[in-house]
């Protein structure tokens, strides 16, 4: 089974990517459920799927014994690390899914007022470079430089997984009185 670590009560970005994942692995037949834990004490806890992602009709884990276990995976966002250590059995993934998600998760977690230390391996609180039982996924070239470069974690144990936009978002745009000229721009 793969658990998906999602704050609970909270909507965000962030949160949203972590059901959205929770759904496509359904739709591809992979068992997945999502766990919660409160962005108060970091406790895993039992709570109810927020509205706005009810059209996702993710499962929701309320054993929240069960994940720890050799055949399970654990997929968490870079600002639920602290989740780590009672994880010790399943296999771990984390999904940086804001580089910046992740310090400001130091700067609140950790107290720490001085970030001068920069995105470096020196800001790696929770010894996850060090760590070969931790796979990664990026969603961003930003995210993958930090983990790579700045975390000095190695490039086999980093993946690229994207996201998609909400087209509640896209619905809402109104075109029309945009002008266009014929231009692509390719990055490659």
């Known amino acids: 089974m793969i658990y998906i670590i ?9 949160p949203e990517l972590l059901h959205q994942l929770a759904f496509v692995l359904g739709l591809m037949g992979v068992p997945a459920k999502t766990i919660y834990y409160s962005r108060e004490n970091g406790e895993f806890v039992r709570a109810e799927t927020p509205e706005q992602y009810n059209k996702y009709n993710v499962s929701v884990e309320e054993n929240l014994d069960v994940i720890n276990s050799e055949k399970n995976v654990a997929v968490i966002p870079e600002t639920a690390l602290f989740t780590l250590d009672r994880l010790s059995k399943c296999k771990k993934i984390i999904w940086w899914l804001s580089v910046d998600g992740y310090v400001r998760s130091m700067i609140y ?3 720490i007022t001085d970030y001068n230390t920069g995105y470096t391996k020196e800001f790696d609180y929770y010894g996850i470079s060090e760590r070969k039982d931790i796979f990664h996924l990026v969603q961003s070239e930003y995210a993958s430089d930090f983990v790579i470069n700045k975390m000095e974690i190695s490039r086999q144990r980093v993946e690229y997984l994207s996201d998609y936009i909400n087209d509640l978002y896209l619905e809402q745009l109104d075109l029309s009185n945009i002008k266009r000229e014929n231009i692509v721009l390719f990055n490659p």
Do not use: N, R
């Open 6 to 14: 999602t704050p609970a009560d909270y909507t965000s970005g962030g």
């Open 109 to 111: 977690l950790k107290g």
